[in-house]
T-cell receptor
Framework: AQSVTQLDSQVPVFEEAPVELRCNYSSSVSVYLFWYVQYPNQGLQLLLKYLSGSTLVKGINGFEAEFNKSQTSFHLRKPSVHISDTAEYFCAVSDRDNFNKFYFGSGTKLNVKP | NAGVTQTPKFRILKIGQSMTLQCTQDMNHNYMYWYRQDPGMGLKLIYYSVGAGITDKGEVPNGYNVSRSTTEDFPLRLELAAPSQTSVYFC???????????FGDGTRLSIL
């Protein structure tokens, strides 16, 4: 089974600063990768996904992520954050050989300060 | 377009009571999932279904049951509620396994 590690439980950052949220997964087999965002008292919404092709993936709200197979990582980045980006972010992995199950990381709370 | 609808939004149960969390989707998705979210623990998969009549266990199935009689509905049943089942429960659906999951707004369940 996969395990997904988000090393940073909380990331404080000032508005307009860049941010990187880290995600590493355990298995080196072929995977699908996702980042979701959760605003307070809401369900999760998809930010971006990597299925195949270019390793740099662009998503909504100016976020992007880079798939690094050798390091089994899928870090999320944004060059300039806004107050409205304050939320919890979850990395998720789906094994190509175990199609039916998603594995989520424990989440990173991004706190954007004015 | 309603997407994934969960009811109820909040519920308080006494230990030993039973209840059913409802989930319905109007996107004609084959795959449906139930997760629980505990603080600092991310989401854990309870059960999933790949189509009507087909269900399987996830990571944390003990104490729960599911059924999938139609494509639209995927109810989650708690038979004997225990305090350890206090959590936020999310239902999700997707077209297939490599497509993003669409989430409901969650059910906040407290067992006292």
């Amino acid at each position: 089974a996969q395990s997904v590690t988000q090393l940073d439980s909380q990331v404080p950052v000032f508005e307009e600063a860049p941010v990187e949220l880290r995600c590493n997964y355990s298995s080196s087999v072929s995977v699908y990768l996702f980042w979701y965002v959760q605003y307070p008292n809401q369900g999760l919404q998809l930010l971006l996904k990597y299925l195949s092709g270019s390793t740099l993936v662009k998503g909504i709200n100016g976020f992007e992520a880079e798939f690094n197979k050798s390091q089994t990582s899928f870090h999320l980045r944004k060059p300039s954050v806004h107050i409205s980006d304050t939320a919890e972010y979850f990395c998720a992995v789906s094994d190509r050989d175990n199609f039916n199950k998603f594995y989520f990381g424990s989440g990173t709370k991004l706190n954007v300060k004015p | 377009n309603a997407g994934v609808t969960q009811t109820p939004k909040f519920r308080i149960l006494k230990i030993g009571q039973s209840m059913t969390l409802q989930c319905t989707q109007d996107m004609n998705h084959n795959y449906m999932y139930w997760y629980r979210q505990d603080p600092g623990m991310g989401l854990k998969l309870i059960y999933y279904s790949v189509g009507a009549g087909i269900t399987d266990k996830g990571e944390v199935p003990n104490g729960y049951n599911v059924s999938r009689s139609t494509t639209e509905d995927f109810p989650l049943r708690l038979e004997l509620a225990a305090p350890s089942q206090t959590s936020v429960y999310f239902c999700a659906s997707s077209w297939n396994s490599n497509q993003p999951q669409h989430f409901g707004d969650g059910t906040r369940l407290s067992i006292l």
